[in-house]
């Protein structure tokens, strides 16, 4: 079973959708999370971390439940510049802070 | 905010030839960097952790001897593939750690290496 796993999609929606999507994590003693996105052979950036009391930043809402070891990300009014991979991210357990990657949500936004 | 310059960006090389990828923080010290190897439609891999002045710690697979970590000093960590086959073609990808916050990771822009 891989570590953190998620839909591939793609997700195919029109411009001013509201798309969400779904992370599941194995390990219970992950201690952080996070959202990344990643555009074609580029860098991952961060978007945003995730907390448990949920957070909210502009378009973008994340939440976790530890209980369910299940993250999720909400896009509202989703614009053409949204379309990228979208990665679910968590931290190992230990102090080094090695990040474990899901392999990717594509998110396609069409005019 | 903090900048991670890796280079090179792009290397196309013979297959058994050996290849460098430096990852360089330029404004501030890293005691530790991850090295990522990223195949097609695939999440980024753990390859290994570099720390300044000790040896790396490798992923579970990932041949040390293969992938040649030097972590130097506060500022610059190399990767060599040696002997590059075909299948060693991917996206390799460094991030940084900051002294000063630990809990901050920063990415160089990757390295796309493709081996004939």
């Known amino acids: 079973r891989k570590e953190v796993e998620q839909d591939p999609g793609p997700f195919n929606v029109p411009e001013g959708a509201t798309v969400a999507f779904n992370c599941t994590y194995s390990?219970?003693?992950?201690?952080?999370f996070f959202w990344y996105r990643q555009d074609c052979r580029k860098e991952p950036k961060l978007l945003m971390s995730?907390?448990?009391s949920g957070n909210e930043d502009g378009r973008f809402t994340a939440q976790l439940n530890r209980a369910s070891q299940y993250i999720s990300l909400l896009i509202r009014d989703s614009k053409l510049s949204d379309s990228a991979t979208y990665l679910c991210v968590v931290t190992g357990m230990d102090s080094s802070y090695k990040l474990i990657f899901g392999s990717g949500t594509r998110l396609l936004v069409r005019p | 905010g903090a900048v991670v310059s890796q280079h090179p960006s792009r290397v196309i090389c013979k297959s058994g030839t050996s290849v460098k990828i430096e990852c360089r923080s330029l404004d501030f010290q890293a005691t530790t960097m991850f090295w990522y190897r990223q195949f097609p439609k695939q999440s980024l891999m753990l390859m290994a952790t570099?720390?300044?002045?000790?040896?790396?710690?490798?992923e579970q697979g990932v041949e040390k001897d293969k992938f040649l970590i030097n972590h130097a000093s506060l500022t610059l960590s190399t990767l060599t593939v040696t002997s590059a086959h075909p299948e060693d073609s991917s996206f390799y990808i460094c991030s940084a750690r900051p002294l000063a916050m630990v809990a901050k990771l920063f990415f160089g822009s990757g390295t796309q290496l493709s081996v004939l």
């Open positions: 995730v907390y448990s």
């Open positions: 390990n219970s003693a992950s201690q952080s």
């Open positions: 570099s720390n300044e002045g000790s040896k790396a710690t490798y």
